[in-house]
């Protein structure tokens, strides 16, 4: 019988009122109310005990654990993304999962409502960092530093409804490439479209395109249509669900939820559809209202430098200028990219399918100005691979082709064939591991290990 614990003074005064019998009354009256207190005690106190038994055992929504077999493919895909940045002559960084809430606050637009707040415990104001982009212009201009190229691969959380299949979670990884630092207009851009293509291509994930577009021409086709400059970064947004509904349903809540006029709507639907090469850059520079723009025109200059140095590089024909390119985070001020896979169509004719975006990127010159006491500005330029995606899509691929996983390195097995030689065993397994070879100790059933070590290789 559990202990019931102190009770405060007015309860024993209740307690007491119910075991005393009342005058005349039956002696096992009071044993039958005493026996009912005691049963109440007893059920209060065991509530807590009993609730625990429809506790369902669960990792938190949007969140999973990887098993041996699921690390050693994420170990491999983030080895190649790490190694093609270290190629390119990156340093890695690390900053803290948790970061001040106003430096993560009016960063990310309408996407700011999906930041992790952490409860406040009487000390700082913390949010769970929501990229590790705002937490590198942090780094930045807190340590005065003026030129830097960097990678980051770390955790970070979004309060968005998951979608496991696609590899969307509100937990997971980013691998981050940035340029920061003054440097010949465009080289910096054109090396992380560069960057793109060797991991993408490097994963063997099939045929892939990545999509060009510059915030100022996005910005530019606003002004020249109509839109109130109070509204840029609302309808920016809207434009940026292109790729996953269509035209029509993002007219309509630009005009219905955003208030825009359905004219100027239509006008920017005109552009916002329009996608090609170099070709579609010049066509621009001949458009009759964007010509006009100043901030379009240099957008559209700068994609023009763009497209020559892809074509040094040899993956121009990776990429697409796409005017329906928005990436509605606020931080970003120039040219912008996104790559997505494509999926071979059935019939000759038709176009490739897109399967979702698994890298992104773009420049953001006046980030790291907005930590700074005196606002000087770095330019920064990068780009985030999307390793859940492609995680997902690889794992996908395995189970679709049976492929069998390694999940350790072990090199060598030492047995004997007759017992008694554990002492002599273990030395020699000492000196294999101080000479740096892999050993595992022989486990009960060895011949059962080596048959499945072998049909793994």
Same mark, same amino acid.
């Given at each position: 019988m559990p202990q019931l614990g102190l009770l405060p003074g007015r309860a024993w005064t209740v307690l007491l009122g119910l075991l005393r019998p009342p005058p005349g009354a039956l002696c096992i009256r009071a044993v039958r109310s005493h026996s009912q207190v005691a049963e109440a005690l007893i059920a209060s106190q065991l509530k807590p005990?009993?609730?625990?038994? &429809?506790?369902?055992?669960?990792?938190?929504?949007?969140?999973?654990?990887?098993?041996? @077999?699921?690390?050693?493919?994420?170990? #491999?895909?983030?080895?190649?993304?790490?190694?093609?940045? #270290?190629?390119?002559?990156? =340093?890695?960084? $690390?900053?803290?999962?948790?970061?001040?809430?106003?430096?993560?606050?009016?960063?990310y637009g309408e996407d700011s409502g999906l930041i992790y707040d952490l409860k406040d415990?009487?000390? *700082?104001?913390?949010?769970?960092?929501?990229?590790?982009?705002?937490?590198? +212009?942090?780094? !930045?201009?807190? &340590?005065?530093?003026?030129?830097?190229?960097?990678?980051?691969?770390?955790?970070?959380?979004?309060?968005?409804?998951?979608?496991?299949?696609?590899?969307?979670?509100?937990?997971?990884? @980013?691998?981050?490439?940035?340029? +920061?630092? @003054?440097?010949?207009?465009?080289?910096?851009?054109?090396?992380?479209? =560069?960057?793109?293509? *060797?991991? /993408?291509?490097?994963?063997?994930?099939?045929?892939? !395109?990545?999509?060009?577009? $510059?915030?100022?021409? /996005? $910005?530019?086709?606003?002004a020249v249509c109509g839109v109130p400059e109070s509204k840029f970064h609302a309808i920016c947004s809207s434009v940026d669900k292109l790729d996953k509904i269509s035209w029509k349903d993002v007219r309509h809540e630009m005009v219905v939820k955003k208030g825009l006029a359905p004219e100027v709507a239509d006008r920017i639907g005109d552009y916002v559809q329009c996608h090609g090469g170099i070709s579609l850059v010049e066509q621009m520079f001949q458009d009759p209202r964007l010509s006009q723009n100043k901030q379009a025109l240099e957008g559209l200059g700068d994609l023009k430098l763009l497209f020559e140095y892809l074509t040094l590089f040899g993956v121009a024909e990776k990429v697409s200028f796409d005017l329906s390119l928005a990436r509605g985070l606020d931080y970003y001020t120039g040219v912008i990219y996104e790559a997505v896979l494509l999926q071979t169509p059935v019939h000759a004719e038709e176009e490739p399918l897109n399967m979702g975006s698994v890298a992104a990127g773009g420049r953001y010159d006046g980030l790291v100005g907005m930590f700074d006491p005196r606002g000087h500005k770095v330019p920064c330029v990068g780009l985030s691979i999307g390793v859940e995606r492609i995680f997902s899509i690889v794992e996908q691929r395995i189970k679709t082709f049976g492929e069998k996983i390694r999940t350790t390195e072990t090199q060598v097995f030492v047995a004997t064939p007759q017992k008694n030689f554990l002492q002599e065993r273990l030395k020699l397994i000492a000196e294999l591991w101080d000479a740096g070879i892999k050993v595992a100790i022989k486990r009960e059933n060895l011949v059962a290990e080596i048959q499945k070590r072998l049909s793994e290789s």
């Open positions: 005990h009993q609730e625990k038994s &429809n506790f369902t055992i669960k990792t938190p929504k949007g969140t999973r654990d990887l098993s041996p @077999q699921q690390m050693v493919v994420r170990e #491999k895909i983030l080895d190649v993304v790490v190694s093609c940045f #270290k190629r390119h002559g990156a =340093k890695g960084l $690390d900053t803290p999962a948790f970061e001040l809430k106003e430096i993560l606050t009016e960063k415990q009487g000390g *700082e104001l913390l949010s769970l960092r929501y990229d590790l982009t705002v937490p590198f +212009a942090r780094y !930045l201009a807190m &340590n005065k530093v003026k030129k830097m190229k960097r990678y980051h691969v770390g955790k970070v959380w979004r309060r968005e409804s998951p979608t496991i299949v696609q590899g969307r979670y509100r937990e997971f990884y @980013q691998c981050d490439f940035d340029i +920061a630092g @003054q440097f010949d207009p465009m080289i910096p851009d054109a090396e992380c479209l =560069k960057i793109m293509c *060797e991991i /993408l291509s490097g994963l063997h994930l099939g045929d892939f !395109l990545i999509k060009v577009s $510059d915030r100022r021409i /996005l $910005d530019g086709i606003f």
